[in-house]
């Protein structure tokens, strides 16, 4: 039986861009939709899924920043960035926004081919039976977490706005709470980036959300030795 190919949105406002790497994907065996900016993507997504999007981060109007942010907190697409600068700091606004790779133009396509291989590899080992919650907020232990807003808010009132990598880990603990996740799952889960998966990247990580929560950080979000972390708490979704 044979499998329907995969398919890869393009976002670009440069047409020849788009009709390149359009090309040399359907070559590579996927099936492949493009959008010259926000609007026509949101078309393209109304008609159906992408397996993963490509997606330029100087486009009108709305960047690929923005975009970006947007869809991560609608979907858990995977998605690549691309732009002409290769400054550090584009690269970590792209990574912070919730994209899954990043890559400077110019760039050789068989690189860009091997990184959506590897982003979608990755997207793919989600452990079955983990799929994410749809909500606006989650509650437990007195904590509220605000997911369109990206903060934490305390009994006190206290208000934290969290990182692009403290959200997208406490996120995913929240879905899963009651569940002891191993590293391996929490990596391919996407809570740290392809250039830091590693384990230590992934403690380093639950440290930092840990402290977020202060002296209880470590009851409520325990480590199971020889098995990973998981948060020890009740979870009300709204």
Known sequence: MDTAPQHLLIVDDDREIRNLLAEQLRDAGYRISTAGDGVEMRKVL???????????????????????????????????????????????????????DYLAKPFEPRELL??????????????????????RRALFNGWVVDFEQRQLLAENGRVTVLSGAEFRLLKVFIEHANRVLSREQLLAMGVVRQSDALDRAVDLQVSRLRQRFGEGGGELIRTVRNEGYVLAAPVTVE
């Not at 100087?58 to 975009?67: M, V």
């Not at 732009?83 to 990574?95: F, M, Q, S, V, Y």
């Not at 091997?114 to 909500?135: G, K, M």
């Open 46 to 100: 109304e008609k159906g899924p992408a397996d993963l999007i490509i997606l330029d981060l100087n486009l009108p109007r709305e960047d690929g920043l923005t975009l970006c942010r947007d869809l991560r907190a609608r979907s858990q697409t995977p998605v690549i960035m691309l732009t002409a600068r290769g400054e550090p700091i584009d690269r970590i606004l792209g990574l912070e926004m919730g994209a899954d």
């Open 114 to 135: 091997a990184r959506i291989r590897s982003v979608l590899r990755r997207a793919q080992s989600l452990p079955p039976n983990l799929e994410p919650l749809e909500a």
